[in-house]
């Protein structure tokens, strides 16, 4: 049996460099269907898997791919599934089944540019929201954007260990010029690579209730077959897990699943700061988008502008409390992403009036170049 982390240096895509950060996580199921430009995260895995003793399997779509890795993840095993757009799209109710049973696993989703089938071979970040609000109900996710094959590596292994820790799935939201970008990689030896493990179950295992929070608002997981008393449904439902009809129990659990997100965002939201100690002006961005703004930001410093970048990793939860602090010092924001405005919309409500905000976007399809960023900058200050 092959190792489960091919250290050293590598020069792959993000999408291989996607799959290796799963399997070096501990990953070792992998649902999925093609979909361009996502399907070599599922060509590697199909490849790598079997090396390892994992699991792949091609699911008859990704309705039923978003279920099987909830199933995995039950049995005790970590899970992932890797889609694009409209196969986004059917995964959201399967979603809202995960986040309700709170079973861990990781969805990666290789953006291009929509609605519909839009424009399979050409990226896009026009599904933001769609992971914020895709399932129905009140909730809460975790939402990761990586801007290189070097960090969609490791942010895979964060992607995991989060899932893990708080029960919850959660997303990769990359894009389809981040995902078929071929650069060097550097995969750490495994000890070096931290894993987090699901917080499992003590004592009694008859007086065992599935759904009663830990300390940090996340209860422990058995693992099906162990001998705990299990009942698992995406019904409202009591601490037991059995179905409970009525609001106050629909309160109690949806405030819990709320608030262990919450409580703990000092804990997930990652974000980098670029240039902003004496910056009057701060690009927002994310993603490949990113890129073209590290490059604006130090243009429009040649031209006597004092731009900042603040780069969002975690885009879910989003970090509203540094864009308030932010709003009461600079003289406004430019949003950098690939679509029409929305994480642009969150900037603007976090500012609250205080500093404007202006976008720089697009529909899809190509990325976007420094020079417009530093334009706008030039224009609208």
């Known amino acids: 049996m092959e190792a489960a982390v091919l250290t050293g240096e590598h020069f792959i895509t993000g999408d291989i460099a996607c799959a290796e950060g799963a399997l070096a996580a501990g990953c070792r199921f992998f649902a999925g269907y093609p979909i361009t430009p996502a399907t070599e995260i599922a060509e590697h895995m199909a490849v790598r898997l079997p090396e390892i003793g994992g699991t792949y399997i091609q699911m008859e779509d990704e309705i039923a791919a978003m279920a099987a890795i909830l199933g995995a993840s039950c049995a005790g095993v970590k899970s992932m599934t890797a889609t694009s757009g409209p196969g986004f799209s059917l995964m959201m109710e399967n979603l809202g089944l995960g986040i309700c049973t709170e079973t861990p696993c990781v969805v990666v989703n290789v953006q291009r540019a929509g609605p519909s089938t839009g424009l399979p071979t050409l990226g896009a970040q026009g599904d933001m929201m769609q992971a914020r609000w895709g399932s129905h109900g009140h909730y809460e996710i975790i939402t990761l954007s990586p801007a290189s094959p ?3 590596f490791h942010l895979t292994v964060t992607a995991f260990n989060l899932s893990e820790t708080y029960r919850c799935p959660v997303l990769i939201m990359a894009d389809e010029v981040t995902g078929h970008l071929s650069e060097r990689v550097i995969i750490p030896d495994a000890p070096a690579i931290r894993i987090q493990e699901r917080p499992r179950p003590k004592g009694r295992k008859d007086r065992f209730k599935p759904f009663q929070p830990g300390p940090n608002g996340v209860p422990p997981m058995a693992i099906a ?3 705990y008393g299990i009942h698992v449904t995406g019904l409202t439902h009591d601490e037991r897990g059995y179905p409970c009809m009525n609001a106050e129990a629909h ?6 699943l709320v608030s262990k997100i919450r409580k703990n965002e000092k804990h997930i939201i990652r974000m980098e700061d670029y240039r902003l100690e004496d910056a009057e002006i701060v690009v927002v961005s994310y993603g490949v ?14 031209l006597g502008i004092k731009a900042g970048l603040l780069r969002l990793i975690t885009v879910w939860p989003f970090p509203a409390g540094r864009i308030r602090e932010l709003a009461s010092r600079v003289r406004g924001f430019v949003t950098v992403e690939i679509n029409l ?14 500093a404007p905000a202006f976008l720089v976007g697009h529909a899809g399809g190509t990325v976007i170049p420094p020079e417009r960023i530093v334009r706008t900058l030039q224009e609208s200050f």
Do not use: P, T, W
């Open 341 to 354: 405005g929305q994480i642009h919309l969150e900037v603007e409500r976090c500012a609250a009036g205080k």
């Open 289 to 302: 988008s990113a890129r073209s703004s590290f490059a604006a930001v130090d243009e429009a410093r040649e």
């Open 251 to 256: 309160s109690e659990m949806v405030d819990r």
């Open 225 to 227: 077959g162990e001998g």
């Open 150 to 152: 070097q960090e969609l």
